[in-house]
T-cell receptor, first 112, second 116 residues
Framework: DAGVTQSPTHLIKTRGQQVTLRCSPK?????VSWYQQALGQGPQFIFQ???????QRGNFPDRFSGHQFPNYSSELNVNALLLGDSALYLC???????????FGNGTRLTVT | SQQGEEDPQALSIQEGENATMNCSYK?????LQWYRQNSGRGLVHLIL?????REKHSGRLRVTLDTSKKSSSLLITASRAADTASYFC????????????????FGQGTILTVHP
């Protein structure tokens, strides 16, 4: 039974470019959340998707957008990349809203 | 912004010793969870304690929760070199319906190093 999978594992982009990160949740999970983790910090909540809709959003600008597909997989899109967007982006899925999160290994994004 | 404050920021101990990490938070919670992260990879859930619980055990882990002080502690007994990792507390806020929206607010973590 595969856990949460994310792709790609590493990505290098130039300031101003756009990026798409992908996530497949653990089998049986229908809720997907995205977190940004800067170096030396704890993860910060970006947004949560359930039934293909954004249900909650953290304190991130509109440059950060997402999508959830009918098979529960999800994408995170970031437009107009800034140097400060360099971070580990973590996808997490859960069985219910109150269940513990299962995290993927993340996508390391470097913006130069 | 980070809700949780974790203490200490770093902890270095010898194998076999106990490790205690503390976490404080600011708002009313539905539950508090502890996660472990190795070398900047994905986080692994360790234990969840609900707001109406005071103590919970799982193997070598013991978690306490004091909602009056808005604080929690994680105790790892008989530590091993393999316990070396970053440990994060995360809170799930209480919503008007008395449940959780599922959004977690993480602390900045404690880096634990266990020397063989």
């Amino acid at each position: 039974d595969a856990g949460v999978t994310q792709s790609p594992t590493h990505l290098i982009k130039t300031r101003g470019q756009q990026v798409t990160l992908r996530c497949s949740p653990k089998s049986g999970h229908d809720t997907v959340s995205w977190y940004q983790q800067a170096l030396g910090q704890g993860p910060q909540f970006i947004f949560q998707y359930y039934e293909e809709e954004e249900r909650q959003r953290g304190n991130f600008p509109d440059r950060f957008s997402g999508h959830q597909f009918p098979n529960y997989s999800s994408e995170l899109n970031v437009n107009a990349l800034l140097l400060g967007d360099s971070a580990l982006y973590l996808c997490a899925s859960s069985f219910t809203l109150e269940s513990p999160l299962h995290f993927g290994n993340g996508t390391r994004l470097t913006v130069t | 912004s980070q809700q949780g404050e974790e203490d200490p920021q770093a902890l270095s101990i010898q194998e076999g010793e106990n490790a205690t990490m503390n976490c404080s938070y600011k708002t009313s919670i539905n539950n508090l969870q502890w996660y472990r992260q190795n070398s900047g990879r994905g986080l692994v859930h360790l234990i969840l304690i609900r707001s109406n619980e005071r103590e919970k055990h799982s193997g070598r882990l013991r978690v306490t929760l004091d909602t009056s002080k808005k604080s929690s502690s994680l105790l790892i007994t008989a530590s091993r070199a393999a316990d070396t990792a970053s440990y994060f507390c995360a809170t799930a806020a209480l919503n008007a319906g008395g449940t959780s929206y599922g959004k977690l607010t993480f602390g900045q973590g404690t880096i634990l190093t266990v020397h063989p």
